[in-house]
């Protein structure tokens, strides 16, 4: 994508951009809330948050998993998280280096993010499994380089998803 | 004595003949096929019977050779198998990433003869290499079929790979054109079936979604391959799905021995179509 920009392109956009051309580092901010939920048994769910951009292999941002088993075991149950899996986890190893995580409490969690993207329009997807659970999907939709808040909730396992983008 | 020779040849005719011929359905089933996990400790157990109802053990176990490929084409192993009065299970243990087969194929002559006036069939077991011993001396009016059948069934750790799906050339086989571990509700699936290594064209395919007792319909789609040998699937529901493929018998023919020259070969998969 970013390899295929012309220096025509490019020197028309300002020649100042660093290389490979029309990527910006914008921060996205980016909030999760993991519901409490009343359940006999619970178990703090999986979760992936990745982004989505037609005609690119999405590219995984975060995902929250059992990552202090003994030999690795937690990683048995990342295929859960399925459509995240198909899209993108399967592609990977585990532990993903500034990608995996321990799983998370119920409450709002924030995470800042400075990915190299190019303008466009974009998915971030924030999907949770959890053990003895269920399974949701949030998509939000965004586009850069146009700033903004976008806002989503789930309704069973996961609660607001938020997501700013500053430049 | 009798009884028991029955028995067996029963047992022989479970794995011995084309799946649509047969009243019952075979099957192996695998606990899944979409597999994470990079311990060593991650392994895939199968179920594998012969029954009506997909996927009940009701009636025989799946008497048969089971072989391992692995994802880079080495074989791999069978582990802790067993055989109840239902069905069969077995593990295989998951230790590379990629897409393994799990398979038996298994190949014979049937046909028949006429001996002093006598038509006799061919005994279960024969096969291209035995044939000239299995036809007595004198015998007239031989009809031969060869006849080619497998059951495989995939599982995939981390991406699809297409190692194992190299054709051997004999019998039907599977080239995956959507790969059989990238099923998802809502995008339909292409497969290609070969026969005896060239493209199947006009082959049957019978698609059953699992699940049968606790539904009225069966839900069966009747597809044919196309000149290509290829054909598409649109999925009816998510979970584990029988897919069968056999040569068509010529019309009019019901039982008995073939036509002399007839290539008979029938495939059994199950794959795992999973929800969006």
Redesign the interface.
Known sequence: MQLRITGLTASAIGAGLFAPGLAHAQTLDISVTIPRLTVAEYHRPYVAIWLEQEGAAPKTLAVWYDDDMKANEGTKWLRDVRQWWRASGRAMKFPAAGVSGATKAPGTHKLSLKPQLGPGNYTLVVEAAREVGGRELVRLPFSLPKGGTTRAAGSSELGAVALTVKR | MKLRNTLIAAAAIAIAIPATVQAHRQWMLPS?T?????????WVTVDAAVSNDLFYFEHQPLRADVSVLLPDGSPGEVKNKAQGRYRTTFDVQISQRGTYKICYATDGVIGSYKLNGEEKRLPRGTTTANLAQAIPAGATDVRTSESSNRNEIFV?A???SNTVFKPTGKGIELVPVTHPN?L?MGEDATLQFLLDGKPAAGLPVTVIPGGIRYRDQLRQQDLKTGADGKVTIKWSDPGMTWINVTTPRPAGETEGPPAPGTRRASYVTTVEV???
Do not use: F, K, L
């Open positions: 899944m979409v597999v994470s996990g990079e311990g060593e400790d991650v995939t981390g991406e699809p990238d998802v999973m929800a969006p």
